[in-house]
Each structure stands twice: as structure tokens, then as C-alpha cells.
């Protein structure tokens, strides 16, 4: 049997917020947005000359990353709380959908 690695992690609720469906979507995307800027701005796939440690662009590439997860599940709270949806149910449809896509071996 193949060992299937899983990186978990724990983001809060932004209790601070009254979030959508629409604003979070839309948030998601600027994130999005800026994590592929890092990505291609930062690692001169734009044609600039680039002024950047590697080690900064990295930390600022895995910076944009974490704001996209944050979102990501800002809406996973969202889709809770509002719409009764069993996100664990969802992610164990996720990673069967997965394998069953060829993307996970088991």
C-alpha cells in the first residue's frame, strides 16, 4: 500500500468579518491574483530584471499562499454556517475524487 502524505493546517474563523459567498470569491481571486504575481513578477517570468534574494521571494511567494488559504477557508466557514454544508463529508469526497482521478495511488 502506497503511504498518502497530508499537509493539514489551521487557520481561525475572522471573527472580525461578515463574509459571503460573493466577497469571499472575489477576495479569493486578489489573493490568487497576488500569489501568481509573486510567482511570475518576483521570479522575472515578466522579463525584469529581478533585485530579490531567493529567500525572500520565496518567503514572500509563501506568504501570498497562506492569504489564499486563509480565504479558502473563510469560505469553508461560510459554507458551514450559512448553508449546512458538512465540509468534512466534502474534503473525504475530495481526496476519494482524487484517487479516483488517478491523482492519488493507493
Keep these: 500500500m502506497v503511504d498518502i502524505k497530508f499537509k493539514s493546517i489551521s487557520l481561525p474563523k475572522l471573527n472580525n468579518l461578515t463574509p459571503t459567498i460573493e466577497s469571499t470569491a472575489l477576495k479569493l481571486m486578489e489573493e490568487a491574483g497576488e500569489l501568481a504575481q509573486a510567482i511570475g513578477k518576483l521570479r522575472g517570468l515578466n522579463g525584469e530584471?529581478?533585485?530579490?534574494?531567493?529567500?525572500?521571494?520565496?518567503?514572500?511567494?509563501?506568504r501570498e499562499l497562506l492569504d489564499v488559504a486563509q480565504v479558502a477557508v473563510s469560505m469553508m466557514f461560510v459554507l458551514e454556517e450559512k448553508y449546512g454544508i458538512n465540509i468534512e463529508k466534502k474534503v473525504n469526497d475530495h481526496i476519494n475524487k482524487l484517487k479516483l482521478k488517478g491523482y492519488i495511488k493507493e
Design 49 to 62: 530584471t529581478i533585485n530579490m534574494e531567493e529567500e525572500k521571494i520565496i518567503e514572500k511567494i509563501s
